[in-house]
């Protein structure tokens, strides 16, 4: 079974950046997707970035685009570059991975219809990293 852990969480000010690292331990898929959600208190559960680990494509939310990178480390790490973090970006970031399938892509896996399926392409979460943003 796969088993993603995060690292990185962290406080920090207004403006300020983090990195977050996905490692996705168990055994190795050729074709899958690692992504990062979260969820703020009360609120639900949001995409923010995916990366398809076969070919790099990428997927981001778009109140992130332009500040936040996703990148690939090796073979089963991914890493979000958090720039111009804003307070509202204040939550539990969990890493999850999930198998490319026949026509799936990262687009279907994290994008609206990813979305509407409550992410169930994605199989396997990690317990989450804490990122606050507060002066």
């Known amino acids: 079974q796969l088993q993603p852990v995060e690292s990185g969480g962290g406080l920090v000010q207004p403006g300020g950046s983090l990195r977050l690292s996905c490692t996705i331990s168990?055994?190795?898929?050729?074709?899958?997707?690692i992504g990062w959600f979260r969820q703020a208190p009360g609120e639900e559960r949001e995409v923010v970035s995916c990366?398809?680990?076969?070919?790099?494509?990428t997927y981001y939310v778009d109140s992130v685009k332009g500040r936040f990178t996703i990148s690939k480390d090796g073979q089963n790490t991914a890493d979000l570059q958090m720039d111009s973090l804003k307070p509202g970006n204040t939550a539990v970031y969990h890493c999850?991975?999930?198998?490319?399938?026949?026509?799936?892509?990262?687009?279907?896996?994290?994008?609206?219809?990813?979305?509407?399926?409550?992410?169930?392409?994605?199989?396997?979460w990690g317990k989450g990293a804490l990122v606050t943003v507060s002066s």
């Open positions: 999850a991975t999930g198998p490319l399938l026949g026509p799936s892509s990262v687009y279907t896996l994290c994008g609206d219809s990813g979305r509407r399926n409550h992410y169930s392409g994605m199989r396997y």
């Open positions: 168990g055994p190795t898929l050729d074709y899958y997707v």
């Open positions: 990366i398809d680990m076969y070919n790099g494509d």
